[in-house]
């Protein structure tokens, strides 16, 4: 691998975006799923929708697609080279990798992104670790810009792509709509959802006329889905948003804004 020394990423976000020990969790462990879409908003937000979605996750081996918040990529998407943890389990970066699937991941080996306390990830797999404490898989932030790149990148991980794997697209929706607005949106993402058309809803994205944060995530997935040949029609699980979990943040973000939180499996 082009990197020296595969390290254990710390979990960063622990005992602020989520708590250090296990939360309490109704749903059982049941995996449908090669696809889940999950929210990385703080735990008390969204970590109830969050563990629905993972609990119908393929647990064999997992790509997690999360969106770089404070720094920019040089190369679409950063893999991150090494075990990626939360403060109650982590991934571990797949060693059994044939030389031709390592020359691909090696492309985009990077710590871009990882560097900084980056919730997308970590929240997601704060909520797979209650399911699975050591899971073996990819960390990957995802910043892409034109349609070229998505074709280029969901064709190489398409290459590495196994039979049962999955992928968790970590994202949050709408995050400066009003409240009034909130519900018709998120009726057409889940309209977009459960028809399969994300290259529709992306492009809603791209005009603005819906928000998402990581919707660069889940438009590789679609793509990638499509690739290996699988559904790319999603259920959604549950909606909510940050209106109504009559929560008060800290921070202060939440209170002039409307977050939406979309539990889904394909």
């Known amino acids: 691998m082009q990197l020296l020394e595969l390290k254990t990423r710390p979990s960063k976000c622990s005992n602020r ?13 049941k995996p449908l799923s090669s696809a889940v879409i999950s929210p990385h908003a703080g735990f008390d937000y969204s970590g109830q929708v969050s563990l629905e979605a993972v609990s119908h996750l393929k647990k064999n081996r997992v790509w997690f697609f999360g969106t770089s918040h404070y720094e920019r ?10 075990n990626y943890s939360s403060s109650i389990g982590k991934v571990v970066f797949p060693g059994d990798l044939d030389a031709g699937k390592q020359k691909i991941i090696e492309k985009y080996l990077s710590n871009e992104g990882h560097r ?3 919730h997308s990830i970590e929240n997601v797999l704060y909520s797979v670790n209650h399911f699975a404490e050591e899971i073996r898989g990819f960390c990957v932030l995802v910043q892409i810009d034109s349609e070229k790149d998505y074709d280029a990148i969901a064709d190489d991980i398409a290459g590495v792509w196994d039979e049962g794997d999955s992928v968790v697209v970590s994202t949050d929706w709408n995050h400066f709509v009003s409240t009034r607005a909130i519900d018709r949106m998120m009726k057409d993402v889940e309209s977009y959802l459960t028809s399969g058309k994300l290259d ?3 492009k809603h994205c791209l005009s603005g006329k819906i928000e998402a944060c990581g919707i660069d995530g889940l438009y590789l997935a679609y793509k990638i889905l499509k690739k290996t040949n699988e559904n790319t029609k999603f259920v ?8 109504k979990t009559g929560e008060e943040s800290e921070v202060g973000t939440f209170a002039s804004t409307c977050v939406g939180y979309i539990a889904a499996r394909n």
Do not use: A, M
Not at 17 to 29: A, K, L, Q, T
Not at 236 to 243: A, E, I, N, Y
């Open 17 to 29: 975006w989520y708590p250090r020990s296990r939360s309490p969790n109704p749903f059982n462990n």
């Open 73 to 82: 990529l040089s190369k679409g998407i950063s893999i991150y080279y090494g």
């Open 116 to 118: 900084t306390e980056e």
């Open 200 to 202: 529709e809803l992306y």
């Open 236 to 243: 959604v699980l549950r909606s909510t948003d940050s209106s």
